[in-house]
């Protein structure tokens, strides 16, 4: 007879030959970092070994130790372990985000859920015909004329001590509203339409009912299909090597008023206006400015005495 190892009943084994026994120990924990410098060298350790996410990534497509620590804090934040964190939260559009999966998953852990249930309402979609491709393969990819507008996903979410459930709520028409049905730069509404209505209907009921459990975190699936903020416009201006031309001052006409019928002129204006200036008054045009008065030529000698420039020359001599 035989035991469990093989051996034979009786047979003694030389020392180094013997089996050991496996042994159930306490359970596995997670290294968890203390300090900030732990959690940079953790990270460090992360990007050496390939192991980031894409969105850690920098501008030049190489893992971001920074972003990696930043990772790592808000996974212990919420009680996620860091490298199990790391795969489930990530750096879009410059916000924290974790994915639907992990946000139900916080939500359970806490004790805070007594019920769920998901499901589609409204018209049932076509079931279209496979495409023949090229290769001869067949592509079975839902068409998006397959669904109908009414076609919704419905979450509902029951927490423990209340009654009335969080439903959260996202239909083909919403998708097409946002312009995520159909969209050929949305790979995943192309590929998976009918998970990506129930992962938008399931982060509406989360966020509503249990915003405290997932700590200010947003849902991947939601922030991934908002527009990139557009950068801000810096004026440059000031770097032109060429002087600015200098724009010519606005000046607002005076405004144009004709003389009521009998009015009288003032003597200055009467006094120094010309022929022109009369005409243009009689037209209603502008009135002219007034003119300054000649100056005073003075009196001759001669006149002053009553003779003639001859008279007073032959005086003089």
Request: hydrophobic content about 40%.
């Amino acid at each position: 007879m035989t035991d469990t190892n093989g051996v034979k009943q009786g047979t003694v084994m030389p020392p180094n030959e013997q089996k050991h026994q496996l042994r159930a120990h306490a359970a596995i924990t997670p290294i968890v970092p203390q300090t900030i410098e732990e959690a940079f060298r953790l990270a460090q350790w992360v990007c050496g070994a390939g192991l980031a996410p894409n969105s850690y990534e920098d501008a030049n497509h190489k893992p971001d130790p920074q972003k990696v620590v930043i990772g790592i804090l808000k996974a212990m934040e919420v009680g996620a372990p860091p490298i199990t964190g790391l795969s489930f939260i990530a750096i879009i559009n410059k916000r924290a985000c974790v994915w639907g999966d992990l946000a139900i998953g916080l939500a359970q852990e806490q004790g805070m859920i007594e019920k769920m249930e998901e499901f589609f309402e409204g018209a049932q979609e076509k079931v279209s015909a496979p495409v023949e491709q090229s290769d001869g393969e067949r592509d079975h990819t839902p068409l998006p004329t397959d669904f109908p507008d009414d076609f919704t996903a419905v979450c509902r979410i029951w927490r423990k001590g209340q009654e009335t459930p969080y439903e959260g709520r996202f239909s083909v028409r919403d998708a097409k509203r946002a312009h995520l049905w159909g969209n050929p730069k949305k790979i995943t509404w192309m590929e998976h339409p009918k998970r990506m209505l129930k992962a938008r209907a399931r982060a509406f009921a989360l966020r509503d009912g249990f915003a405290d459990a997932l700590h200010a975190l947003s849902i991947r699936e939601e922030v991934e299909d908002l527009p990139p903020e557009a950068p801000a416009k810096t004026d440059i201006a000031f770097l032109e090597d060429k002087p600015r031309a200098l724009e010519a001052p606005t000046q607002t006409p005076l405004p144009i008023t004709k003389p009521a019928a009998g009015s009288v002129l003032p003597a200055a204006v009467t006094a120094g206006a010309g022929a022109g200036s009369s005409a243009q008054l009689s037209a209603g045009g502008p009135p002219s400015p007034p003119q300054p008065a000649p100056a005073a030529v003075p009196e001759p000698p001669w006149e002053k005495a009553g003779l003639t420039r001859a008279e007073w020359q032959k005086m003089k001599q």
